[in-house]
């Protein structure tokens, strides 16, 4: 059957309106945790999430981001802006990941933003050549817009979120509150939340978790102390 002119108009229109998805099903090995995950093809780089079943308020959400070590940084912009969201930057520092949680009032360093909070949990660490940083974040998927109004992650459709990169190294990589340099690489990706929301997710959490003990270790080598 031949489709009419106008009826592939129309859903041409409605897949740029509202965004194809950009993300496929990847299941962690490491963790077990089945993710929504966008790679960029020209660094390598994947940035992954996984939600709960549950999606009102303010949510908790599981993230992981996995690329080249030698970046000097990577980062993930929650309103798929680079200003008044939730930034989440990470950088390797010898075999650790650096997480830093930061927010932007327009086209300069962010600041650091203290309305969010990571979990650190196993699957993250340097191996060979590759970052992997997962965490459950706390904060991610609800903030403030510019004029104070709250906003959250948006599950009608693909969710238009966005990357930033650079190959230049943070100023002091063991300081998560480091200063670092502008961007080399600038994206966005649409999301598939509804696929990436599970049952699973409380226990792929507490599967996850990094003992307390192991933690301060890590703690204390992430300062390099
Ligand atoms: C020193 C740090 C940074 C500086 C000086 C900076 C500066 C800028 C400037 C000047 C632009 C507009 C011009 C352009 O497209 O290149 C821009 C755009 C953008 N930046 Fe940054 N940036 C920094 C860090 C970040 C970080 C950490 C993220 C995300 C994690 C980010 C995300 C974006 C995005 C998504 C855009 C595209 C425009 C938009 O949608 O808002 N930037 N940045």
Known sequence: ???????????????SVFGQSDTVGYTDSETGIKFQSFTDADTQVSWRVALPEKTEGDYD???QIEGPANLGWIGWAWAGTMAYNPLTIVWANGKTVVHSSRIAYGFYTPSVYNETTYQVLKGTGVTGDTLKFTALCKGCTTWKDFDGNTQ????????????ALSHEVVESPSN??????????????????????????????????????????????????
């Open 1 to 15: 059957m031949r489709w009419p002119k106008v009826i592939l108009a129309a859903i041409s229109l409605f897949g």
């Open 61 to 63: 959400a599981l993230i």
């Open 152 to 163: 959250t992650l948006d599950l009608t459709q693909p969710a238009r979120l966005a990357y």
């Open 176 to 225: 998560s509150s480091s200063n670092f340099n502008i961007h080399d690489n600038v994206g966005h990706w649409n999301a598939d939340l509804v696929a990436s929301k599970s049952a699973d997710f409380s226990s792929w959490v507490s599967k996850n978790t990094i003992p307390a003990s192991n933690e301060s270790f890590h703690f204390r080598n992430r300062r390099g102390a």
